[in-house]
């Protein structure tokens, strides 16, 4: 059974950098999207990226490009997503959810929660000054 946990997250100023991994166990991602959401106090969980399982499809929320990049790495069964240049809107738990490639839509924008079987507990990140 697959699961997965985010790690990276922690409390930066405005303008640092952070690199939240997510990390599977129990199944391989060589077929599988992930995708990375997050969820600010209050509010509902939101896409943020997504990548497919080649690489070959990566996507963004428009409130992070240019300054978030998702990239992995099948060979560690690992996915990553480096946020540079953190706002203090970028606050909130950040977790990987797991898809099948095949669902059609998965990652063809900003990702929806609903194709992403697979959740790990989640990382907290706080920008602040």
């Known amino acids: 059974q697959l699961q997965l946990v985010e790690s990276g997250g922690g409390h930066v100023h405005p303008g640092e950098s952070l690199r939240l991994s997510c990390a599977a166990s129990?199944?391989?991602?060589?077929?599988?999207?992930i995708g990375w959401f997050r969820q600010a106090p209050g509010e509902e969980r939101e896409g943020v990226s997504c990548?497919?399982?080649?690489?070959?499809?990566?996507q963004y929320a428009d409130s992070v490009k240019g300054r978030f990049t998702v990239f992995r790495d099948n060979a560690k069964n690992m996915v990553y997503l480096q946020m540079n240049s953190l706002k203090p809107e970028d606050t909130g738990v950040y977790y990987c959810?797991?898809?099948?490639?095949?669902?059609?839509?998965?990652?063809?924008?900003?990702?929806?929660?609903?194709?992403?079987?697979?959740w790990g507990p989640g990382t907290q990140v706080t920008v602040a000054s």
């Open positions: 959810g797991a898809g099948w490639d095949w669902y059609a839509g998965i990652c063809a924008g900003v990702p929806t929660e609903g194709p992403y079987g697979d």
């Open positions: 129990g199944f391989a991602l060589d077929d599988l999207t």
């Open positions: 990548i497919s399982s080649s690489s070959r499809i990566t």
